[in-house]
C-alpha cells in the first residue's frame, strides 16, 4: 500500500524559509514526484517535480522557480521542496505526490498524493 506523508509545513513572516518532506512507502521506482499546493478557493497547482530517473531533471512553475528547490533522496525514498523567501501568496496548503509512468510535468495526473501540510505565510 503507497502512502506518502509530508511535513515541515508550518507559519513563518514573510522572507522566510521552510523544508518540506515527503517521505514515500509501500513503492521506491517512482518515475515522477511532485510537489503541488491549493490555496482557499483556489484550485491545485503544479509547483515543482522532478524525475527520479534521467539525471533528476526538474521543472518548476514560474511563481517558485527562483525560490523553492526540489530534491530527491533515493536511499530515503523522501521528496523535499526548500522553499526560501516566502511570499503571503505562497500560503495554502502543500501536497506531495508520485507515479510511476507517464509524462512528468506540472499537471494532476498523479495516481498517489499526500493529505497535505499547511504553510501560513504572514506579511
Known amino acids: 500500500q503507497v502512502q506518502l506523508v509530508e511535513s515541515g509545513g508550518g507559519s513563518v513572516e514573510a522572507g522566510g524559509s521552510l523544508r518540506l518532506s515527503c517521505a514515500a512507502s509501500g513503492h521506491r521506482n517512482w518515475s515522477c514526484l511532485g510537489w503541488f499546493r491549493q490555496a482557499p478557493g483556489k484550485e491545485r497547482e503544479g509547483l515543482a517535480v522532478?524525475?527520479?530517473?534521467?539525471?533528476?531533471?526538474?521543472y518548476y512553475h514560474d511563481s517558485v522557480k527562483d525560490r523553492f528547490t526540489v530534491s530527491h533522496d533515493n536511499a530515503k525514498n523522501t521528496l523535499f521542496l526548500q522553499m526560501n523567501d516566502l511570499k503571503p501568496g505562497d500560503t495554502a496548503v502543500y501536497y506531495c505526490a508520485a507515479k510511476t509512468t507517464g509524462l512528468c510535468n506540472l499537471g494532476l495526473g498523479f495516481p498517489y498524493w499526500g493529505q497535505g501540510t499547511q504553510v501560513t505565510v504572514s506579511s
Open positions: 522532478i524525475r527520479t530517473t534521467a539525471g533528476g531533471r526538474t
